[in-house]
């Protein structure tokens, strides 16, 4: 027990002192020529990807396509949201560190420094090559607290599959590969991000060129 709380501590500790380290995205591109239709047409899951980066202007977009603020005078998002409860939290976890995404802002706030992106594949190796891996997470608090358990996972199971349907269909317009998944090591993300257990892992998407 003793061991498990200084981890954590320690955990909490870098999280805070990575939070003053933000990235202000470019705006996200809406000029996409591939059409809805087109879209789906070529949605597909890839398990292979080019060693190549994703360059924030395309991530911006990803992440926007994702849960973005769609209405800004509504503070609406691009995904539906059981009771506007807007509970889903993207991560983006790259092998410079890990990222929470701020879509008010358009911004990404680093909250590790540490290559995470072994953990969100698991015993899956294949998702460790891709260049970004964005972890999907539901933030229970956000329901009613007279709600029950049960109730706030299941709104959250479902808020997470329409913001990664975004993302697959984001990046089957921009001609990116992805691939979601549920399988990752939550224990140790949780612990790694400074998460308690109000906090559900749900499923992950990773994200990359095609390989040749």
């Known amino acids: 027990m003793r061991t498990k709380i200084l981890t954590l501590a320690f955990a909490a500790l870098m999280t805070t002192s990575c939070a003053a380290q933000s990235v202000k995205l470019p705006a996200p591109s809406k000029a996409c020529k591939t059409t809805l239709m087109e879209a789906l ?17 395309v991530l911006s977009t990803v992440l926007w396509s994702a849960c973005g603020i769609n209405r800004p ?23 410079d560190g890990a990222y929470r995404y701020d879509p008010k802002d358009n911004t990404l706030t ?12 698991g015993p899956q190796k294949f998702a460790a090559t891709a260049p970004v891996s964005l972890v999907l997470v539901s933030d229970n ?14 709104m959250g199971v479902v808020d997470a599959g329409y913001v990664s ?6 990046c ?40 040749k």
């Open 41 to 57: 047409t070529n949605r597909h899951s890839t398990r292979e990807f080019a060693d190549r980066d994703i360059p924030d202007d």
């Open 110 to 121: 680093k909250v590790s420094s540490k290559d995470l992106r072994k953990d969100v594949a």
């Open 73 to 95: 005078s509504e503070g609406k998002i691009t995904a539906p949201s059981a009771l506007n409860a807007q509970d889903i939290i993207v991560f983006v976890i790259r092998k």
């Open 165 to 170: 349907e975004n993302i697959c269909l984001a």
């Open 141 to 154: 608090s956000k329901f009613p607290e007279r709600m029950p358990a049960q109730a706030k996972t299941r």
């Open 172 to 211: 089957s317009a921009l001609g990116l590969s992805t691939v979601p998944r549920m399988t990752m090591k939550s224990d140790v993300l949780k612990t790694e991000l400074g998460l308690d257990d109000n906090y559900d892992f749900i499923i992950n998407n990773q994200i990359g060129y095609p390989k």
